[in-house]
């Protein structure tokens, strides 16, 4: 028996050629349990033990689902659900033109991937995306908890190979090409279901559950399509809280850039007690006042959100070599935002923080030596 699967670009999950095939989360987690301890952020000001464990909980429960003979059942539906070539061609392609067209930095780090990863990212994306508009986009009106649950049985009838669209068949591919977990994906319907009830967050902690719902989730849902290096010698456990890291940072940075946008449409995704902290309330955000609270505020807000990205660094390395690179960049660049906002003097509240062009070309070669690093053998 040998155990050689690993969770790289063209998983062959389960039974092939005779040999028991095993994924990469289950032999990394046997062979360094002694080795690692779990990486937990508990020094963020903000966050208590129990809000940490309730969604450390959840990660726990994706990395266990990675197992065997779940991928085993898998391979099963794989071998049932196939489309036909020139159809699902052009769904990953219109996949493709929607993540140009809406997303250049994430769609900038999809074009350094292999073929077969990054038309599942774009699958992804347009999800995610899709998800995202049905509560902030142009017919958001017409949200209703029903139109929720209709769009959660659409993700079911997905992961069970019936797509109700070209979109959603191109995600239905992924998930027979990748083992993805539905987990993250109905977890991401709940944070939209949060949005539609909440338009204030009284602590971090309240905060920090949302960014989970609707950007950590992305980092779990994406691990199965990076890869893990086969060399990495750290607990799948370890590098799922990495990519739970990177989500977390990537929506706390849209958050400090979109204040003054958010505010237009009533919302204030600030911790209020941490406002409060600083002298400042909603009132201040609606005045689009930039004044010295309000910079010493961003200051703190800054801070953590960069804490975020660089607990992600660590796992970013530990991710199959050909995925470092996209990954690497796509945290550089979403980083380079806060310097955009220190750049705008914190004025986040009358401008857009915005990294141009130029200075994104320029992060590549940077985001390309970082990927050389190889996964090291321990975590903190
Ligand atoms: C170990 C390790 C570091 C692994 C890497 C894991 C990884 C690739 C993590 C990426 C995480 C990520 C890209 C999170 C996205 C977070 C995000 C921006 C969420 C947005 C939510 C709602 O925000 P809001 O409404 O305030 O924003 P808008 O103003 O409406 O934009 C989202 C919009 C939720 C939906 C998320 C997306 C549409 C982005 C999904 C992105 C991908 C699947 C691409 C990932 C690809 C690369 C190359 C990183
Ligand atoms: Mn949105």
Redesign the pocket.
């Known amino acids: 028996m040998c155990i050689t699967l690993s969770l790289s670009s063209k998983p062959c999950i389960g039974v092939c050629n005779g040999s028991l095939q095993l994924p990469k989360s289950m032999v990394t987690t046997a062979q360094t349990e002694v080795i690692t301890a779990p990486k937990r952020p508990n020094t963020f000001p903000g966050l208590t033990k129990q809000g940490i464990s309730d969604i450390d909980l959840r990660v726990q429960e994706v990395v266990r689902r990675q197992s065997w003979t779940n991928s085993l059942v898998r391979e099963v539906n794989c071998r049932k659900s196939r489309f036909e070539p020139m159809f699902i061609d052009d769904a990953y392609e219109k996949c493709r033109n929607i993540?140009a067209e809406?997303?250049k930095t994430?769609y900038l780090?999809?074009l350094l991937?292999t073929k077969e990863r990054q038309k599942a990212?774009w699958a992804?994306?347009v999800w995610?995306?899709r998800?995202?508009e049905l509560?902030?986009g142009p017919n958001a009106e017409y949200m209703s908890p029903a139109v929720l649950e209709r769009w959660e049985e659409r993700l079911q009838d997905i992961f069970e190979g019936r797509p109700y669209d070209m979109l959603d068949a191109a995600l239905s591919d992924t998930v027979f090409n990748f083992p993805l977990d539905i987990k993250p994906f109905r977890d991401?319907i709940e944070g939209m279901r949060m949005?539609t009830r909440k338009s204030r967050y009284e602590s971090f902690q309240e905060l920090y559950l949302y960014c989970y719902y609707?950007?950590g989730t992305?980092?779990l849902?994406?691990?199965p399509v990076?890869g893990i290096a086969p060399e990495s010698s750290v607990s799948a456990y370890t590098?799922?809280n990495?990519?739970l890291?990177?989500?977390i940072g990537?929506?706390l940075t849209?958050?400090l850039r979109?204040v003054g946008?958010?505010a237009l449409r009533g919302r204030v995704?600030l911790p209020q007690d941490e406002l409060a902290q600083f002298g400042l309330t909603d009132k201040d955000v609606f005045s689009r006042k930039v004044t010295e609270a309000w910079r010493d505020f961003m200051k703190e807000q800054i801070i953590r959100a960069r804490s975020f990205f660089n607990l992600?660094e660590e796992?970013?390395s530990?991710?199959d070599k050909d995925s470092r690179w996209?990954?690497w960049?796509?945290?550089i660049l979403?980083r380079k935002i806060l310097d955009a906002i220190e750049d705008n003097d914190y004025d986040n509240l009358t401008k857009r923080a915005y990294v141009g062009r130029t200075k994104k070309l320029l992060t590549l070669p940077l985001a390309y030596t970082r990927a050389l690093s190889k996964p090291s053998l321990y975590l903190r």
């Open positions: 993540c809406y997303a994430f780090g999809t991937m990212i992804i994306y995610c995306r998800t995202d509560v902030d991401m949005d609707v950007a992305v980092g849902m994406t691990v990076m590098i799922y990495a990519a890291y990177l989500g990537n929506q849209n958050i979109d946008e958010d995704y992600a796992g970013a530990q991710l996209p990954v960049s796509s945290l979403y």
